[in-house]
């Protein structure tokens, strides 16, 4: 969709005869039927004079294409302006300028960031010139005309209120202003900006190359589809085996046959380390593979994070980020905009959405709504958080009211805990989630070992992080201090252990940062991902006394948002406050204690908690 389409000829007299601003609000509003803000009226006011000021040159075509306000595929958001026409070779171009009013900005530490004034305030937020490029990248990715019609699209940012500083346009920022130029304010700017202009536009194109962009087809490029095809050639973890690969195609007919008019909806059930992850992506490459509009969803940001990361140097960070979307994305999604969404992780989605859990009606719904064929792993003894509302049930309900076709599929084969599912089983039965045939474990087919101390505990699990495969996870019962002092110690236990939780700086990285094994990671950053060994604490809030398991709310630490309105719900309903914070905190640790492929060592800070599990190990004797 384009708010305003014309040439240079027209834009310049439309400049002339009337407020730039008022021409591009009758156009918006007829295009969305929606209101605009004072903010981006302003905007169009102040930014489209200073363009019209650099398309005063003999230099660039009349007959140039010109646009403002493009509609991006796969995000609600829109290029500033767009030119577009030929160069020296009759090559086709489109020239993307980001339109920014700012005048002063800051530098962050972090990747592509800048810290500015927007919305009464300093905010952090994204440098113009990545901001402008991820654009380009995703027209690239996913406007069939881009690839079809050898469109080349060149990206740039225009902050015409800004004096060159040396922040700005810092050596920091050089990885994306070589890739989006960034032109500052001064006319020596300007002549640079039309210089670049006048470089990709020296023929005009009525518009033509401009309306290719338009019309093009949403779908996943043919380029951007054999890279990521090829992204999992000779990787064997991402090998199917057994029933995941009946599984994959039966999901893969089905999404292949999924329509408006007959949707469908599947659920694949499957406990930790059956391979839902593994499926979940080798589904996403195959479908976009196939040019069907796929999105791998996940309410959890760490596997996404992790996944996006492994994939630097082969894809366009960029391009592969936006086949991957948090749950909470699809509040005013168009019906049936996505062939396919694979939600992993789903019994941890919630109802409400935002920041503030105020937004939309519930996560099961919406993306059913979203589209043709919805795809929802899901374990539900994974549930960690109060909020996580991911059942069977629900989705069921939801996909009957769609009149979608239920599909529903068991992953059993088990490729994490050594292929143990009698440690699965054991867990179940040792912290009273289930009670199974498994009282005992056989620790020769899976490493399990309880430890005296913490320190010998993280120490052991440091002596086995083999290509950094091995971590320290925790219960959240200890305050993160070191989030705002970075010199504090989180974790502390006696006299001889402190450690920090994980790193602010990691963030959904942690589990395979560097140096991250000296720090505690906790369920947000490792829920979904796995290692070789994993080290757990068990904290206060779960405790065993005389043979029984026994949760305790109050133990966790009071900024642990998983437990959130436990004291409330206490008051109304304190059966079901205390049957679900019981559940909460035993599958907490259940997720914890299964990251690990080949051993899982643990320690507790209760130590007739600690003798219970000792107990509880095949050949144990207390004497």
Same mark, same amino acid.
């Given at each position: ?27 918006? +509003?007829?295009?969305?039927?929606? #209101? ?23 230099? !660039? ?58 919305? &009464? ?39 015409? *209120? ?16 070589? +890739?989006?130029? !960034? ?50 050639? &000779? #990787? ?46 080798? %589904? ?31 894809? +366009? ?10 749950? @909470? ?6 019906? *049936? ?12 989605? *919630? ?129 993160? %201090?070191?989030? #705002? ?42 829920? @979904? ?35 959130? @309105? ?16 019981? %559940? ?16 899982? /060592? ?17 050949? /144990?004797?207390?004497?």
């Amino acid at each position: 969709m384009i708010v305003y389409a014309a040439t240079k000829q027209q834009f310049l007299k439309d400049s002339d005869n009337d407020d730039i601003e008022d021409v591009i609000l009758r156009h918006f +509003k007829e295009a969305t039927g929606k #209101k605009v803000g004072a903010s981006e009226i302003r905007s169009w006011q102040g930014s489209l004079a200073y363009m019209a000021k650099v398309l005063r040159d003999d230099g !660039l075509p009349n007959s140039a294409g010109l646009a403002i306000e493009l509609h991006i595929p796969q995000s609600s958001k829109r290029i500033d302006f767009l030119l577009t026409g030929r160069d020296e070779n009759q090559a086709k171009n489109a020239v993307l300028i980001e339109l920014k009013q700012w005048s002063k900005a800051s530098a962050t530490t972090k990747d592509a960031i800048v810290k500015t004034a927007l919305g &009464g305030g300093l905010v952090e937020t994204i440098h113009p010139s990545y901001q402008v490029w991820s654009y380009a990248a995703l027209l690239e990715g996913f406007n069939e005309a881009v690839y079809d019609k050898s469109i080349e699209v060149r990206p740039c940012a225009y902050l015409h *209120n800004y004096v060159s500083d040396g922040i700005i346009n810092s050596a920091h920022y050089e990885a994306y202003t070589s +890739k989006a130029p !960034l032109f500052l304010k001064g006319p020596e700017e300007l002549a640079k900006l039309r210089s670049f202009l006048k470089k990709h536009i020296i023929h005009g194109d009525n518009k033509e190359v401009l309306y290719e962009l338009a019309s093009g087809k949403i779908r996943p490029s043919k380029a951007l589809a054999e890279a990521l095809s090829g992204l999992m050639t &000779g #990787k064997p973890e991402f090998v199917l085996i057994d029933d995941q690969k009946s599984i994959f195609e039966s999901v893969l007919a089905a999404a292949s046959e999924a329509s408006i008019e007959a949707p469908k909806v599947l659920i694949i059930e499957g406990g930790p380390g059956t391979g839902k992850t593994v499926l979940a992506i080798n %589904l996403l490459v195959r479908l976009t593979a196939l040019k069907l509009l796929s999105k791998y969803v996940s309410k959890n940001a760490a596997p996404r994070k992790v996944y996006e990361s492994k994939l630097v140097g082969t894809v +366009k960070r960029s391009h592969f980020s936006n086949f991957f979307s948090g749950s @909470g994305a699809f509040i005013d999604t168009a019906p *049936n905009t996505y062939d396919a969404l694979i939600v992993d992780e789903a019994h941890r989605l *919630n109802a409400k959405s935002g920041l503030y859990g105020n937004l939309g009606e519930n996560q099961i719904n919406e993306l059913i709504k979203s589209a043709k064929c919805s795809i929802f792993f899901i374990d539900e003894d994974q549930r960690v958080t109060l909020n996580d509302i991911g059942n069977k049930q629900a989705i069921r309900a939801f996909a009957e009211a769609k009149g979608a076709t239920v599909e529903e599929y068991i992953l059993s084969s088990q490729f994490r805990c050594s292929g143990s599912d009698g440690y699965l089983a054991w867990l179940d039965d040792v912290l009273e989630i289930h009670s199974t045939a498994n009282p005992l474990l056989d620790t020769s087919e899976y490493e399990f070992k309880v430890f005296d101390s913490p320190q010998a505990m993280h120490a052991a699990i440091e002596q086995k992080n083999h290509g950094n495969k091995a971590r320290v996870v925790a219960g959240y019962c200890w305050p993160w %201090l070191s989030k #705002k002092d970075s010199k504090a110690a989180d974790i502390v236990i006696g006299n001889d252990y402190a450690r920090q939780w994980n790193l602010d700086q990691d963030g959904s990285l942690w589990i395979i940062a560097e140096n991250s094994i000296e720090q505690v990671g906790c369920i947000h950053t490792c829920q @979904g991902l796995e290692v070789d060994y994993i080290g757990v604490i068990i904290g206060p809030d779960l405790v065993v006394r005389d043979g029984q398991v026994v949760t305790s709310p109050h133990e966790r630490d009071k900024n642990d948002k998983s437990i959130r @309105g436990w004291k409330t719900l206490m008051k109304k309903q304190p059966a079901l406050a205390q049957q679900e914070t019981d %559940l909460i905190i035993k599958n907490t640790y259940r997720t914890l204690m299964t990251r690990g492929m080949k051993g899982c /060592y643990l320690y507790c800070t209760d130590q007739e908690t600690a003798q219970y599990f000792e107990g509880r190990l095949a050949g /144990y004797s207390n004497g």
